[in-house]
T-cell receptor, first 112, second 118 residues
Framework: SQKIEQNSEALNIQEGKTATLTCNYTNYSPAYLQWYRQDPGRGPVFLLLIRENEKEKRKERLKVTFDTTLKQSLFHITASQPADSATYLCALAKYNFNKFYFGSGTKLNVKP | DTGVSQNPRHKITKRGQNVTFRCDPISEHNRLYWYRQTLGQGPEFLTYFQNEAQLEKSRLLSDRFSAERPKGSFSTLEIQRTEQGDSAMYLC????????????????FGDGTRLSIL
C-alpha cells in the first residue's frame, strides 16, 4: 500500500513569512494529490488538487508543486497569517478516485 | 449548499454495545466515503460507495463493521460489539464523479462523529 510521510513536528513561523510543508510518498505514483486543512474537532477542508501531469498549481496565497521523480509535493502559503494556523494533510489517489491515502498531517503555527 | 452532515457529533457508549452513525452527503454527490481518524493521524479509508453500491472495503473494516447507503442517498455506519480500539473520529465525505476520471471532483468532508468507548 501507499506510504505517505509528512513532517510530524509542528512548523512555527512568523506572520508574513512563507510556510512550506512537505509530503513524500513511496510506491506507486498517484494520479492525483490533494491538500486539505483541518482545524481541531472539524473535518478536513479541501484546498488544492494537482494531477500527475501538472508541475504546479496556485490559488490565491497557496501554491502546490508535484515532483513525480522525487515523489514529493510541496505546499506553500505565502504572506502567512495567524488564521492559517491549522493541520495540513496531503492525500493521494489513483485514477478512479476509489481510495485515498492520507498523510498524518503537519501542524502549522503562525505567530503574530 | 448545506454541506456534508453527520449525526450524532459525539457518541459515548459502553464496550460491547452497538452504535450507528449517519451521514447525509451533499445532495448531488454520487460518491460517499467513510474514514476513521485517531489523534495525531490522518484519516484512514474504511469504505466507499458509488450511488448505492459499496465498491470497496478496507481490511480495517472487520466483520463488526457494516455500512449501507440505501437508495444512494444517506449512509449509515454500524459498529457491533464495540471495543476500546474503536474509539476514534468517524468521518464521512462525498464527491461528484462524472464521466471520465479527469472530471472527478475532490471530497467534501463532514465534521465527523467522535466515538468514545468506556
Amino acid at each position: 500500500s501507499q506510504k505517505i510521510e509528512q513532517n510530524s513536528e509542528a512548523l512555527n513561523i512568523q506572520e508574513g513569512k512563507t510556510a512550506t510543508l512537505t509530503c513524500n510518498y513511496t510506491n506507486y505514483s498517484p494520479a492525483y494529490l490533494q491538500w486539505y486543512r483541518q482545524d481541531p474537532g472539524r473535518g478536513p477542508v479541501f484546498l488544492l488538487l494537482i494531477r500527475e501531469n501538472e508541475k504546479e498549481k496556485r490559488k490565491e496565497r497557496l501554491k502546490v508543486t508535484f515532483d513525480t521523480t522525487l515523489k514529493q509535493s510541496l505546499f506553500h502559503i505565502t504572506a502567512s497569517q495567524p488564521a492559517d494556523s491549522a493541520t495540513y494533510l496531503c492525500a493521494l489517489a489513483k485514477y478512479n478516485f476509489n481510495k485515498f491515502y492520507f498523510g498524518s498531517g503537519t501542524k502549522l503555527n503562525v505567530k503574530p | 449548499d448545506t454541506g456534508v452532515s453527520q449525526n450524532p457529533r459525539h457518541k459515548i457508549t459502553k464496550r460491547g454495545q452497538n452504535v450507528t452513525f449517519r451521514c447525509d452527503p451533499i445532495s448531488e454527490h454520487n460518491r460517499l466515503y467513510w474514514y476513521r481518524q485517531t489523534l495525531g493521524q490522518g484519516p484512514e479509508f474504511l469504505t466507499y460507495f458509488q450511488n448505492e453500491a459499496q465498491l470497496e472495503k478496507s481490511r480495517l473494516l472487520s466483520d463488526r463493521f457494516s455500512a449501507e447507503r440505501p437508495k444512494g442517498s444517506f449512509s449509515t455506519l454500524e459498529i457491533q460489539r464495540t471495543e476500546q480500539g474503536d474509539s476514534a473520529m468517524y468521518l464521512c465525505a462525498s464527491s461528484l464523479a462524472q464521466g471520465g476520471s479527469r472530471s472527478n471532483q475532490p471530497q467534501h468532508f463532514g465534521d465527523g462523529t467522535r466515538l468514545s468507548i468506556l
